[in-house]
């Protein structure tokens, strides 16, 4: 078994009620099982501006599912909840975003899938709740919470429990 990260976001419809059903489908059956969630975070938009704020969160989990199976898996997930990559803009409001962060130690660059996240580093609605959950998580050489103290400034919002 393989341990991931994966980080989930999306600000279309009720955010955080999709993207509990994202996890829920995701490790639905015994190929992916869910090992830790961060809280939920409301975080600004990255990208195109111009559009609602995001719900965020990282979660950690453990499969049998090679990085290309479980990336096949996300996408899956994401039609599931009505997301549409096609027709989409990019980085533009979305109802489900799940992208996997790390996977073991691989390193892969093809041209549906590259690990770790070529844009780890440059997001704080990514670190931060990674941090939240693996802050000793090293990647490309770099601790995980080291990584996320860099964007304490950020305006991020750590939401409540539902």
């Not at 099982?33 to 600004?44: E, G, I, K």
Request: hydrophobic fraction near 45%; charged fraction near 25%; aromatic fraction near 6%.
């Amino acid at each position: 078994m393989s341990r991931a990260y994966l980080a989930l976001g999306g600000n279309v419809g009720d955010s955080r009620a999709v993207l509990a059903r994202a996890v829920a489908l995701l490790c639905e059956g015994t190929q992916v099982r869910l090992l830790a969630r961060s809280a939920d975070y409301r975080t600004p938009p990255w990208g195109v501006t111009e559009q609602p704020a995001f719900v965020n969160f990282c979660i950690a989990v453990e499969t049998s599912l090679s990085p290309q199976q479980l990336l096949a898996r996300a996408h899956a997930v994401e039609r599931a909840l009505g997301r549409d990559r096609a027709r989409e803009q990019r980085w533009g409001p979305r109802t489900a975003d799940i992208d996997i962060i790390a996977y073991d130690d691989v390193s892969l660059h093809d041209e549906n899938l590259i690990l770790p996240h070529p844009r780890l580093f440059e997001r704080a609605f990514v670190l931060v709740p990674l941090a939240e959950i693996a802050p000793h998580l090293t990647i490309a050489g770099t601790r995980i919470a080291d990584a996320a103290a860099r964007f304490a400034h950020e305006d991020i919002e750590k939401l409540p429990p539902r």
